[in-house]
């Protein structure tokens, strides 16, 4: 598999097939090659049994952008080769594919398909806000929550809200948001209480995921295992939120009593009650659980957590060296560290390198973020 | 030039007659079709190569229509020519 095959390694092996001599075999093969390259540039098109065809393809001038300096060039029209291989060699090279057919889609399919990208990169998130509850069930050591921080979310319509991302900050919104963070503390305790005595609502919320009551719990399964902690034993006092924490957290301690971000905020009198702390309970669980998710992996001291999902960021400090790998991104990173994809500007800031030029083995430094 | 000038040029330059050529240039193209099934690439000095790519599936859209098709992957073989190949056109 993926092996290239040179001159010498055809030459034997149609020698084998052929059961002719290896310098006549290695004659053949050559000649067969030189001929079509000769003959392709001369006649212009060259056609081989079983094979395919080999033409010359003429192509006309064209603009084009200079990637790095955004200036407009001329790509001369010049000619070059095309290969059209014979349609029964085509099928015997798709055999491994044929059995697929082109299909028709209707609209809704094409927005399902929409949605399942959607929701691939939502399911970490719903990861982490299910094992978040279980974490902080476990607690029992509760440290004050040192430095609340208040970010305030603009609204999400009811049925994104459990898509716990990027809410801007918008400055006009952290003072009510101050001031209503005590009456969402309430809402939330009400949405735990009907969360747990409806474990259907939870069922409407993670279509995506099936639940599979066996009386003390719930397990999930989907791209992740994970466990849920039984309904009753989440209260408000554990449920936490985003406002983590904290200096010196251990993972183990995280917690908080303060509900400090409010997400769907703009949720207004026209949406039921029920629906609010629906959304809202999904919306918290989801952010805080990224974050206390993130923490225990840590299993280090931070200066500062903050919530992954809000944009405006400062950089303070190192939070470790990390080391390039195969395969990784700053987008991977970020993910990683931050819980957010959306990050990664910040990383690639702190290193001042050229995003493209990153090889495996750099040493990148992952900065800390505190929350503007 | 098809493939009968083809076979006379090359057995021509192989002292065979036409039928061998045709009979060996099958050959070779049955131990070609060995190697891109077993996933392989053929890389010709010279020449160039001659490799199976997989495309992914996409989602089409007829202009007249407007109707989306779902265009599923496919195996394809495809030719690039090398340098030096390229550098004759010129």
Known sequence: MDNKINFQQLVEQFAKASGMSRNWSEQFVKSFFDIISEKVIEEGLVKVKGLGTFKLVATENRESVNVNTGERIVIEGHQKINFIPESELKEFINQPFSAFETIQLNDEQVEELARMDDESSNSAKEEAATSVSSDSAEQTEVKPVTKPVVLVGPLLPAGGARNGEAHHIHPAFRFIGKVLVWVLSVALALGVVAYAVWPALFVVLFKDVEPNRDGSGMSYTSQFEFEVQPADTINADTVIADTVIADTVVADTVVADTITEIGSFDISETESLASAEQAAVADRTASSGTLVLLASDEMRDLSEITAADTVNYLIVGELEKYVIGNGDTFTKLALKYYGSKKLWPYIAKCNNVDVNKLKAGDVVSIPILVNR | ?90
Do not use: Y
């Not at chain 2, 010279?46 to 996409?58: A, C, D, Q, S």
């Open chain 2, 1 to 90: 030039m098809n493939n009968k000038q083809f076979l006379t040029q090359l057995s021509g330059k192989c002292s065979i007659d036409d039928s061998q050529a045709s009979e060996h240039v099958q050959t070779l193209v049955k131990v070609l079709q060995q190697i891109w099934h077993d996933g392989d690439a053929v890389s010709l000095s010279g020449f160039g190569v001659l490799e199976v790519r997989k495309k992914n599936e996409r989602i089409s859209v007829n202009p007249t229509t407007g109707i989306r098709m779902l265009v599923p992957p496919k195996l394809v073989l495809t030719f690039k020519p090398s340098s030096i190949l390229k550098e004759k056109l010129k």
